[in-house]
């Protein structure tokens, strides 16, 4: 019997439309290279590996609030298509701990939390005795060998003082032993007579593990808070909420694991050690050393990307490209998670890359919320927030909320050294006259201090960001350069999720105030003139 001519056309109709499509794209890309703003950053690009990303994970050209000018993260880094309705903005630090403890409490495969230091109080020690409990209850199912804990910290923070973040969780070592890990993450710039000299509270000043990931099976919390009492209960951070999105939980499950696996692992004695044939991070060769924790964690970013490529890759005449677009609206794709890291002592310099370009092609009349609760800002990030067309409102935190405040010694100083530093800026931009572009706000709460960082990105006539970074790095030198640091670029086209943002956007710049030339005159802004000669020295510690 002859074959019915319908299927014939219509996949010939499909062919045709791909062609079109892809044809449209490549145009679309090499308008967009085609912008001198991009251009100026192709030295800085050049040093990633450009994938091509199937486009049933990545905005599609059709793609509504015209999100889709955000393609091109997805050819640095990997991309995850998930919908809107999968992502919960978590607003205070008490909503952070009790969805922690939630969380732990119904993990059956795997829980995974990195973070700067784990503290010694009850609030602490009770996430403890939470894990705890699960671990027994997955042993009493006789399901042991399923539930796996690893923890991951940073050596000399964790280690500090006689009670610290190692002996809060040697008794999980000691009573699961072939479940629980703990690594120490020691970073490879300080060694030998630096480390020697420098004394606790100063020593973490040279690198730190900073990266907030906290993960319980397939939910992935992605935050800049740490695993202590103030940050359960007086200190404004930000933090989000993944659920039921696996591909994300094992990016960030590997990710952990390849940065354990360069870390000192600690042992049930209290010691730590380096994982057999390893390079020491410390006391091996220090380029040997960063060189394998580059290969051990791009290949986490890699894999990813490959794995994506071998799924997404269709036809050579691009149908299955096509199609996915159908797929992606039957699967109600409508938010894309892009995971950014940043480690500048491995060569690792994604989320610096990413940021870049999201501040030089910022369109005109494009409104970015920024903020940083150490606001240090790079002199290129700087110079682009100065330098690009879009209007910045950038919300810092007044001395009184600054973590420092009220610290011994030389730290009780750093408050008035960001006070300097924001003067600096603020009169940089009064000086270019762009005060009309660029505003400064402080964040201020009684009782409270403020850790917030990321931005909110608006287009142009958008009521709603669409975009947000959130996570871990402050925009300041130790984050480019210093520390380990992740966050997450998410685009949506969900208005839920956008009305989330906003809503999170507006609770914490409606508690600031706008800077203005009179703020400085104020009695708590005075700095001190020897704070003024040595800031300059010291300010990329901080």
């Not at 479940?179 to 606790?200: A, C, F, I, M, N």
Request: hydrophobic content about 40%; aromatic content about 10%; overall charge neutral.
């Amino acid at each position: 019997m002859a074959a019915s001519p319908a299927p014939r056309f219509l996949s010939g109709v499909g062919r045709l439309l791909a062609a079109g499509l892809t044809g449209l794209r490549a145009g679309l890309r090499r308008g967009r290279e085609r912008r001198s703003s991009y251009l100026l950053l192709a030295p800085l690009l050049s040093q990633a590996k450009p994938r091509v990303v199937g486009q049933n994970s990545s905005p599609s050209t059709f793609s509504a609030g015209g999100i889709q000018r955000f393609q091109w993260i997805g050819d640095i880094v990997p991309v995850f298509g998930i919908s809107g309705s999968q992502v919960k903005i978590l607003h205070s630090p008490s909503e952070f701990y009790e969805t922690i403890k939630e969380q732990i409490k119904v993990a059956k495969k795997r829980i995974v939390m990195a973070s700067l230091y784990l503290g010694t109080g009850p609030l602490e020690q009770e996430l403890v005795d939470c894990i705890e409990e699960t671990l027994e209850r997955s042993r009493e199912a006789a399901l042991a060998s399923d539930l796996r804990v690893s923890i991951l910290l940073d050596c000399t923070r964790g280690s500090r003082g006689k009670k610290n973040s190692r002996t809060m969780l040697i008794p999980l070592l000691k009573r699961f032993p072939n479940q629980v890990r703990v690594s120490l993450y020691h970073t490879p710039d300080l060694r030998g007579l630096l480390k020697l000299l420098l004394p606790e509270r100063f020593n973490e000043t040279i690198g730190l593990q900073h990266i907030k990931v906290y993960l319980f099976d397939n939910n992935v919390i992605i935050s800049g808070a740490n695993l202590s009492d103030s940050y359960f209960t007086n200190r404004q951070d930000r933090y989000v909420l993944l659920s039921d999105c696996p591909e994300i939980a094992d990016f960030f499950d590997d990710l952990v694991n390849a940065v354990g696996d360069v870390s000192l692992q600690l042992q049930q004695d209290d010691t730590a050690e380096v994982k057999s044939g390893d390079v020491h991070p410390y006391i091996g060769d220090r380029a040997e050393f960063c060189t394998a924790a580059n290969k051990r964690i791009m290949a986490v970013v890699n894999n990813a990307l490959e794995r994506q490529q071998y799924r997404d890759n269709g036809d050579s005449d691009g149908v299955s490209i096509f199609f996915s677009s159908f797929d992606r609206a039957a699967s109600h794709i409508d938010t894309w998670i892009y995971p950014l890291i940043q480690m500048k002592p491995f060569d690792i310099r994604l989320d610096e890359q990413v940021t870049k370009v999201l501040m030089t092609e910022a369109e005109t009349d494009a409104h970015i919320y920024l903020t940083s609760g150490y606001f240090n800002l790079t002199k290129a990030y700087m110079n682009l927030v100065l330098g690009t067309n879009a209007n910045y409102q950038i919300l810092l935190a007044s001395p009184e909320v600054n973590g420092f405040f009220g610290a011994k010694g030389i730290a009780g100083a750093i408050p008035a050294a960001y006070v300097y530093i924001a003067r600096q800026f603020y009169d940089k931009v009064c000086q270019s006259g762009l005060q009309d572009r660029i505003t400064l706000h402080e964040y201020y709460r009684n009782g409270w201090t403020f850790h917030a960082k990321g931005l909110w990105y608006h287009l142009s006539q958008s009521k709603w960001p669409c975009l947000t970074l959130i996570g871990s790095p402050n925009f300041g030198y130790r984050s480019v350069h210093r520390d380990l640091e992740a966050q997450l670029a998410i685009v949506t086209e969900n208005q839920e999720l956008q009305q989330q943002l906003q809503q999170e956007q507006e609770h914490l710049y409606g508690l600031s105030n706008e800077i203005l030339a009179t703020t400085f005159d104020k009695p708590n802004r005075y700095v001190k003139l020897w704070v003024k000669l040595v800031t300059p020295f010291i300010n990329n510690f901080f």
